[in-house]
């Protein structure tokens, strides 16, 4: 859980993380409320809160439906956490306000069409259609993570209940899996003495570890890129998009990620589709908590 | 190539195919004249020629871009119509003209986002997004059929450099090749009585035997169904819309085809998407004549 203030010119001026994964439903509210008032402390001039959740939201009522990767069903997050903090709070979907960020600000701006995909834990879509974010026609739409990829792939994580999706194969956890299995097998390479060290690897600690130069690392994120990638070709092929980012904490990767992706969209969509641009968010990882701000902002101002 | 002449109260008043696949492109071009030469006198009170080609089409200048399975590339098909037919003559992918149609008048009427596949020799894509056609950044947009499923599958066919796309595995072509591998394992059957008495089996063929009662047919639909299934999982997770139509010449099929795909999409979208409905196309095979003439009017009427 990433929790931040954000200023009218849109720096960041408090940051906090606490965990989130693996919490009960009432674990979960507690931590938010909790992080949330100990932001409002530290900047008592906060003027409303916006949260941006995986999971799909009904954004009438502000109520979180149902999550794929956090226990969370049916809650009215907004009511609850408007009563118990005193300000308004308003909520989205994770990946739509990173989306929003990133046309309004960053990689995205001016597209009239764009994918984005933020990985994390899972994978999270966003999708600017018309100029506009699209959210289907219940609301829940954009799940772009669970695109499939590989139909008979391995079964997909929390509880999608699909085979073969992109986040099966190309989250965070996915990252995590091929780091394992890397490291195991070149004990010699900097991912392999971290674990020998007793490091738990996850997607971070492989990125870091891409990122410093060690080669174990960063066949593992090109092999994550490619998978990235297979679905880039389906989703230019469907949107024809003006560009396609890739967002969330993996997103520090940049072109080590990025690069396959692209390469492997390239050899795959049908032209013209398959000179899309693919890039990283230029927020980078903060897409979301900026995102999250503008959009309460903008429901303050009235939608 | 299906030709026809449509009135304004939507009838069908003249029809006639044509063969298209395998022609080179001035063939081609000589086809589609003849044809709409003779339908024309036939019917002298047309006003208009619309016509829906498996093709990217850049519309403003009604020029045919490229196709998959046409031997057809940058071909001014508008001017040259219009010239040598002296009529009116307006174009656009035939998967587009077909969603226009079933919007307007068959399965997807009063959908405010529905996607549609047209299952023949390939799969084209149609889609309708906030109740409006949606082409994409360069117009190239809504090749659905170039949704990939099996990362590693087969090659697609046509000018598709891509691998294990939904065209490949459950196209009219594909229902050809696995009705053939059928009829050659189960020589009992009709399917198989049809190969041994010299029947080429295509996707028109095997349709018309499972329709008629043929297990072995039936059985190689409900394998093509639960392909298009895999692939209406992404679309639904990615669109949640109000409505998932096939279309094009195996939507004859109905529920033979329908019916499995519908499973395979509840049992791998998430919810709510996993509920949308399936559908063929109301208007059948002829979506993409009425649509095309239904483009036509309204280019006629100013767009």
Same mark, same amino acid.
């Given at each position: ?7 009218? *010119?849109?720096? %960041?001026?408090?940051?906090? $993380? ?23 402390? #530290? ?43 005193? !300000? +308004? ?5 994770? #990946?739509?306000?990173? %989306?929003?960020? *990133?046309? =309004? ?13 933020? %990985?994390? &834990? ?15 026609? &219940? ?7 669970? &695109?499939? %990829? ?18 099966? !194969? ?7 899996? *091929?780091?394992?299995? #890397?490291?195991?097998?070149? +004990? ?16 971070? *600690?492989? $990125? ?18 490619? =998978? ?12 024809? +998009? ?29 032209? +013209? ?20 701000? &503008?959009?309460? !902002? ?6």
């Amino acid at each position: 859980m990433l929790v931040g203030v954000v200023d009218s *010119e849109r720096r %960041i001026v408090y940051r906090a $993380t606490a965990p989130s994964h693996g919490l009960r439903q009432d674990e979960l509210l507690e931590t938010l409320e909790r992080e949330l008032r100990t932001a409002r402390q #530290a900047r008592p001039d906060v003027v409303a809160a916006g949260l941006g959740i995986p999971c799909t939201i009904d954004r009438q009522r502000g109520v979180a439906i149902v999550a794929v990767n956090l226990e969370i069903a049916d809650v009215p997050v907004r009511e609850l956490m408007t009563e118990r903090l005193g !300000l +308004p709070v308003f909520l989205d979907n994770d #990946a739509n306000v990173a %989306i929003l960020a *990133e046309h =309004r600000f960053g990689a995205a701006r001016g597209a009239r069409n764009a994918v984005m995909l933020t %990985i994390g &834990t899972g994978i999270g879509g966003g999708l600017i259609v018309d100029g506009r974010l699209y959210r289907g026609s &219940t609301g829940a739409g954009a799940e772009l993570g669970h &695109t499939v %990829i590989d139909a008979d792939g391995p079964r997909c994580q929390g509880n999608c209940p699909n085979r073969g999706c992109v986040e099966a !194969l190309a989250s965070g956890t996915a990252i995590a899996r *091929e780091g394992l299995a #890397a490291a195991q097998a070149a +004990p010699g390479s900097a991912l392999g003495r971290a674990l020998a060290d007793g490091v738990e690897l996850d997607g971070r *600690e492989v $990125t870091d570890a891409a990122l410093a130069g060690d080669e174990t690392a960063q066949e593992v994120l090109e092999v994550i890129g490619t =998978r990235l990638g297979v679905a880039f070709s389906s989703l230019a092929n469907i949107f024809d +998009p003006d560009v396609i980012v890739i967002g969330g904490g993996a997103s520090r990767a940049g072109e080590l990620l990025a690069g396959p992706a692209r390469e492997e969209l390239a050899s795959r969509a049908l032209p +013209p589709m398959s000179g899309t641009p693919v890039t990283t968010a230029e927020l980078g990882p903060d897409a979301g908590l900026i995102g999250a701000a &503008t959009m309460a !902002l903008l429901e303050l101002d009235g939608g």
